[in-house]
């Protein structure tokens, strides 16, 4: 059992940068692939970024690359999603997701792939 708790989400201006964290507790951090997805209203949830349970390997959605930053400090258990740029399209509730498929070295790209996920932080950004 991994429970999952998201903060840092907030109104921010057009070209603001943001900073996500998830606090995650019950597992071995280390060996769990992090992940975050966001979601829209009246949209799909969405692939966000990604990184394996060592940190050795990241991924990110088109729509973010260069712009979002995920990291994870083991230590604390911690994943982080470093946000810069920030635009309006960028509003959605952001989920924080563990997996406990895929080991330290690899991270998934599909909501499926992700078994345990946080309550969700509202991140507005206004034009």
């Known amino acids: 059992q991994v429970q999952l708790v998201e903060s840092g989400g907030r109104l921010v201006q057009t070209g603001g940068s943001l900073r996500l964290s998830c606090a995650a507790s019950g597992r071995t951090f280390g060996s769990t692939a992090m992940g975050w997805f966001r979601q829209a209203p009246g949209k799909e949830r969405e692939f966000v970024a990604a990184?394996?349970?060592?940190?050795?390997?990241?991924g990110y959605a088109d729509s973010v690359q260069g712009r979002f930053i995920i990291s994870r400090d083991n230590a604390k258990n911690t994943v982080y999603l470093q946000m810069n740029s920030l635009k309006p399209e960028d509003t959605a509730v952001y989920y924080c997701?563990?997996?406990?498929?895929?080991?330290?070295?690899?991270?998934?790209?599909?909501?499926?792939?992700?078994?345990?996920w946080g309550q969700g932080t509202q991140v507005t950004v206004s034009s």
């Open positions: 990184i394996s349970g060592s940190g050795g390997s990241t």
């Open positions: 997701a563990a997996s406990t498929y895929y080991g330290t070295r690899y991270y998934s790209r599909d909501d499926s792939g992700y078994d345990y």
